[in-house]
């Protein structure tokens, strides 16, 4: 009999070469542990590069995966346990790692060439040097792994390429996971390869019985977590939006139409799409990034829902064809899943610094929507609620996301289609007396399709004379039709449910104020603040412009706000600039996530030191 | 109550505003005179347009239109016809919106053969802008931007058409209305993406520029009009072409040479168009008409295809299932 230790709640880390599998391993874990019920948070953090230098720390790819009986919001800090497939994964990663964690590791990843890619010194081999409180399990997965392909149909050299799953198999016989899941996905991924399938499977399942049959041996047993009741799937931020795009199409009775150019991070959401086809899902694979705007833009004007995604190079180029949507007044969503900028900058990093450029980065007063998704599953709302505001009030909306939040994944308590609220386009039938330019009480002008007897007009980005749409140079009129834009952008605001606080209440010292994928973190650490009877409360923005029209009083009661940002400070200057309040902000531009300790140090060193810095 | 369309209601009330000689007038003049003969509803017919002088043109027909950023049209328009394929759309650009800012939508506008058609007026010059060299420029050429002379290669329309696989490829001059009205009904007509230079004289910046094909003196020398099935014959009779090989050679009929060795003009033969598209030659005439033509599916065709199979094969979508995914569990 092995022990059996219960947990609430662990953190592993899965590392290797970016060759490894690292990645299909985690999301492999992270599904079957989804459906044991626990709850979950996932944090994929790969190389730019397809195939950086084999076995250096460059080409390291880590998988981490916060998984609990209990509630989990973040993808965990310090990981409990480090697979480290070879040196590089573990010097990259180790120091990292909670004291007397455990660390799994295939000593032939540790061999002389993979020491010297990996940066150690001569003779130096850490697993020759191992430290005393730690917990190392050294398994010779090539080794063991080589012996179970054995009587399988591949080449010898690809035998080593199913050690990502043998591994996988002995942590899920360590955490007393089934097997079920990822033989299942094995089964349809590698349908036509039967050699392949074979080997595969044969790996996880060898990995397991490792697991077995080794003696001394602690496993652990993690309850299922106490959510809400209902039905729930695992979902990743790309994913849930494209889930988003297609249910609010269809309940606005629209056809969607995608138009996107390939870019990280952004890429998952065109291959979701294109591959719903009989959902009337139309996807354009445009030459750039402007035509894939200017196509969505032809394709709203046509009568469809004209969506397009990218990252944050893309929607600098996207910027002139955002000033037409604008003006023409067409509906359009333009998801904009950022990453490290500025330029090319860290294409596979996460990063909240496209918010300005989303609030304010076109040529002339071009007032737009801008909503961010929180999380993973959030991603669903956010499309759909960006769907509706371009639908209803005639614009362009800008829904912000991010490369954590895009490859991330939770459980997520999914809505029935029929629960999902209506969405209700101001599409104009009846033909004459048409003014194309003519607005009801919102601001909002009517949508005429071509092909619509009767209601034949002229768009265009010259300046519009009020009502008739005609072009105009008037003076007089220029100033009207801006006011009247940044007044229907304003009128958005009504829609807003009340802004609530997640934690605390009003009043209290301090506020923290999160926009985008901070969700989690901020509400960690609010609440051991809290649990530590600290005077702070949490706020999450969703609407990022226009603002809520209740903030200004709410952070008003506030002594100081403090904004956690993975930038150089760009919503608290929003924030200052039209509250006028003592805002200080938390930034972080590392390409990484927030921890929640680094935001709970903050809330501390503000509430007992009063100082920030 | 099928009423016949006249040009009258295809004119919209906004006053044309291009200086007044412009070749553009006449260009409008037959778009709005061929309309009514197409058979297409007007709510069903839209301009689509990028920036340039060319580009006001949508503001004048009384369809549907866009007046959209400067390059652009081509995506606006491949975007519109996803959407609605019953569409009959129109892309008006210029050298410079469709061939230098817009150059890349262009070909692959074509190579696409999105089923719409393009008319690209060139006058070889910047006329919005007030007279800088375009990309249709001759070298040489003295403009404010290039006070020395430019010293770019100009684009030849039609053969990055055909390098870029279109599948209607013609000339047409705006001072030749019947032979325009002819080449708009035929691209009209052809299925997939018509492109259509169109030779435009901008009086202002550029003025004379084509003469050489409109000047009643000079154009029986410069002009060879190309008629289906026919031989090329230009200059009243008196000269026609041959092939030697791929080499074209003009022959004098009235010196002997016989008309049954000259080149029958077949638009569906690709080497033949290559080589008409590269009648920029002194001693060659500049042609006219539809150089080439082929049947091949639309873009859209084929996209509509692929959607229809996903729906016999998976079956129409529904929403519940999407969002419930392949592995969902309950919590109680």
Redesign the interface.
């Given at each position: 009999m092995k022990e059996t230790k219960t947990l609430s709640k662990v953190t592993i880390h899965f590392a290797g070469d970016s060759g490894d599998g690292i990645q299909l391993a985690g999301a492999q874990f992270a599904s079957t542990t989804a459906l044991a019920g626990n709850d979950l948070s996932t944090f994929p953090d790969f190389p730019a590069e397809i195939r950086a230098p084999i076995g250096t720390t460059a080409g390291v790819s880590g998988f981490q995966i916060n998984f609990g009986s209990e509630e989990i919001h973040t993808p965990g800090g310090r990981p409990d346990v480090l697979v480290a497939m070879n040196a590089a994964a573990y010097k990259k990663n180790f120091a990292n790692l909670k004291p007397a964690g455990v660390v799994i590791v295939d000593p032939a990843g540790f061999d002389k060439k993979n020491l010297r890619l990996a940066g150690y010194d001569d003779e130096e081999n850490p697993l020759l040097n191992k430290p005393s409180d730690y917990q190392f399990y050294e398994i010779e997965v090539t080794r063991l792994n080589r012996d179970a392909m054995k009587d399988v149909d591949i080449a010898p050299r690809d035998r080593d390429r199913s050690r990502n799953m043998f591994v996988l198999g002995f942590i899920y016989f360590l955490y007393n996971r089934n097997l079920e899941v990822t033989l299942h996905f094995l089964e349809e991924k590698f349908k036509h390869k039967p050699a392949v399938l074979e080997a595969n499977s044969k790996a996880l399942k060898a990995g397991y019985n490792y697991g077995d049959t080794i003696e001394a041996i602690t496993r652990y047993r993690i309850e299922k977590a106490k959510l809400p009741p209902g039905e729930y799937r695992n979902v990743t931020g790309n994913q849930a939006l494209a889930l988003g795009l297609i249910a609010a199409a269809k309940k606005s009775g629209l056809e969607l139409f995608y138009g996107s150019y390939p870019i990280t991070p952004a890429s998952d959401i065109l291959h979701e799409l294109a591959a719903r086809k009989n959902y009337g899902v139309k996807t354009f694979q445009a030459e750039d990034e402007i035509a894939a705007i200017t196509a969505a833009i032809g394709a709203s004007f046509g009568g469809a829902l004209g969506v397009t995604g990218t990252s944050g190079p893309g929607m600098a180029l996207k910027t002139e064809a955002l000033g037409l949507a604008m003006m023409l007044e067409l509906p359009l969503v333009v998801i904009n899943v950022q990453r490290g900028g500025p330029s090319t900058g860290l294409p596979t990093k996460t990063e909240q610094s496209d918010l300005m450029q989303a609030v304010y980065g076109r040529n002339g007063e071009t007032p737009i929507p801008v909503i961010a998704a929180s999380s993973p599953s959030d991603c669903f709302r956010a499309a759909y609620e960006a769907t509706r505001i371009a639908l209803e009030h005639m614009t362009p909306v800008i829904l912000l996301s991010d490369g954590y939040i895009a490859n991330s994944s939770e459980p997520w308590l999914f809505p029935k289609a029929a629960s999902l609220a209506e969405i209700k386009p101001p599409i104009r039938t009846k033909s004459g007396d048409f003014l194309p330019y003519e607005r009801d009480a919102k601001e909002v002008r009517e949508w005429a399709l071509p092909g619509t007897p009767g209601l034949e007009h002229r768009l265009g980005g010259l300046e519009k004379e009020d009502k008739t749409g005609n072009v105009s140079y008037d003076p007089e009129n220029h100033e009207l039709m801006v006011k009247i834009r940044a007044r229907k952008v304003a009128l958005v605001a009504k829609d807003y449910p009340k802004t609530e606080l997640l934690q605390g209440v009003e009043g209290a010292k301090l506020l923290i104020l999160g926009w985008g994928n901070t969700k989690g973190a901020i509400q960690v650490a609010v609440s051991q603040a809290l649990a530590q009877g600290l005077s702070v409360a949490q706020l999450h923005l969703h609407h990022l412009n226009p603002l809520p029209e209740d903030l200004g009083s709410l952070l008003e009661s506030f002594e100081r706000v403090l904004i956690p940002e993975l930038n150089n400070g760009q919503l608290v200057r929003i924030i200052r600039d039209k509250y006028l309040v003592k805002a200080d902000v938390l930034d972080k531009i590392k390409g990484q996530p927030f921890l929640a300790e680094e935001i709970l140090d903050r809330i501390k060193k503000l509430l007992k030191d009063g100082d920030g810095n | 109550m099928e009423t016949k369309l006249t040009a009258r209601d295809l004119s919209?009330d906004?006053e044309v505003k291009w200086c007044p000689g412009c070749g553009d007038y006449s260009i409008l003049k037959q778009m709005q005179s061929v309309v009514p003969e197409l058979g297409i509803?007007?709510?069903?017919i839209?301009?689509?347009s990028g920036i340039g002088c060319s580009s006001r043109f949508?503001?004048y027909?009384?369809?549907?239109?866009?007046?959209?950023?400067?390059g652009?049209a081509p995506?606006?328009?491949?975007?519109?016809?996803?959407?609605?394929p019953?569409?009959s759309i129109w892309v008006i650009t210029g050298d410079g919106d469709g061939l230098s800012i817009g150059g890349?939508?262009l070909i692959?506008l074509l190579r696409r053969n999105v089923d719409l058609n393009v008319l690209l007026f060139n006058n070889q010059i910047y006329g919005l802008t007030k007279g800088q060299y375009s990309p249709t420029s001759e070298m040489g050429k003295k403009t404010k931007s290039s006070p020395l002379g430019s010293v770019d290669h100009p684009f030849n329309p039609l053969a990055l058409a055909l390098g870029a696989d279109a599948t209607f490829v013609a000339r047409s001059i705006d001072r030749d209305p019947k032979h325009m009205r002819e080449i708009l009904t035929a691209s009209n007509k052809h299925k997939g993406t018509s492109f259509i230079e169109v030779y435009q004289n901008c009086n202002v910046f550029n003025d004379g520029t084509f003469l050489n094909f409109s000047d009643k003196k000079l154009k029986d020398a410069f002009v060879l009009m190309l008629e289906e099935g026919q031989p090329l014959i230009f200059d009243q009779g008196k000269k026609g072409i041959r092939l030697n090989g791929l080499k074209p050679e003009i022959v004098n009929l009235e010196e002997g040479a016989s008309a049954n060795d000259l080149w029958i003009h077949d638009s569906k033969d690709p080497t033949k168009a290559y080589i008409l598209s590269r009648f920029f030659d002194e001693n060659f005439p500049r042609a006219f008409g539809i150089i080439y033509q082929e049947d091949r599916n639309t873009y859209e065709d084929v996209?509509m295809d692929?959607?229809d199979?996903?729906?016999g094969?998976?079956?129409?979508?529904d929403?519940?299932d999407?969002?419930?995914?392949k592995?969902?569990?309950?919590?109680?």
């Open positions: - | 919209s906004q509803a007007r709510e069903d839209v301009f689509i949508p503001y027909m009384n369809t549907y239109g866009m007046h959209s950023i400067h652009r995506a606006v328009a491949t975007g519109l016809k996803i959407a609605n019953d569409l890349n939508h692959h996209l692929q959607l199979q996903a729906k094969a998976m079956g129409e979508g929403l519940d999407l969002i419930r995914g592995r969902s569990w309950t919590v109680e």
